[in-house]
């Protein structure tokens, strides 16, 4: 479906203190990876879609996602930050798990079927615990292969 959360496409503590730095810091993660993505231009992206409705799911969790021309694949990237970043939640609580879906822009299926899959594994209260426990990066990306 997308490319397995490995530790390059992990940050296991978010520096970032506000949304609109959650998203640029996870932009410019991508754009360090990906050649052609400007981290600019996917930050803007990323704020236009929080303008049609925050993507701040609650439980802790923001699903931030678009489609980008020329991306050849789904991608997935996740940030975390132990003490939380006001988002715009449903349930108006802090985020501490990211994850950033980004789609080729022809993709419509698949898209929303991975957004659905995020949705479902985050559901369970252990997959967030251990994800918000976790000590490390590699311990993260040990999680992520077992659950997704």
Same mark, same amino acid.
């Given at each position: 479906? @997308?490319?397995?959360?490995? %530790? ?14 959650? #998203? ?20 803007? #992206? +990323?704020? $236009?879609?929080?303008?049609?409705? %925050? ?10 996602? *678009? ?5 050849? $694949? +789904?991608?997935?990237? @996740? *940030? ?10 449903? &349930? %108006?609580?802090?985020?501490? #798990? ?7 822009? $022809?993709? %419509? ?21 251990? #994800?918000?426990?976790?000590? &490390? ?12």
């Amino acid at each position: 479906m @997308f490319k397995q959360l490995d %530790s390059t496409r992990i940050i296991s503590r978010l520096a970032a203190r506000s949304k609109k730095e959650v #998203l640029a810091e996870l932009a410019a993660a991508v754009a360090a990876q990906l050649p052609g993505v400007s981290a600019e231009e996917l930050t803007a #992206l +990323l704020l $236009e879609r929080e303008g049609l409705g %925050s993507t701040g799911v609650g439980d802790g969790i923001a699903l931030p996602h *678009g489609k980008i021309r020329g991306l050849p $694949e +789904l991608v997935l990237w @996740f *940030g975390r930050s132990p003490e939380g970043i006001a988002f715009d939640t449903h &349930d %108006s609580k802090p985020a501490h #798990l990211f994850f950033l879906l980004l789609a080729p822009e $022809e993709s %419509s299926t698949a898209y929303l079927k991975a957004l659905a899959r995020l949705s479902r594994t985050l559901k369970t209260p252990q997959v967030r615990a251990r #994800l918000l426990g976790a000590a &490390d990066t590699d311990e993260l990306a040990a999680i992520f292969r077992e659950v997704l």
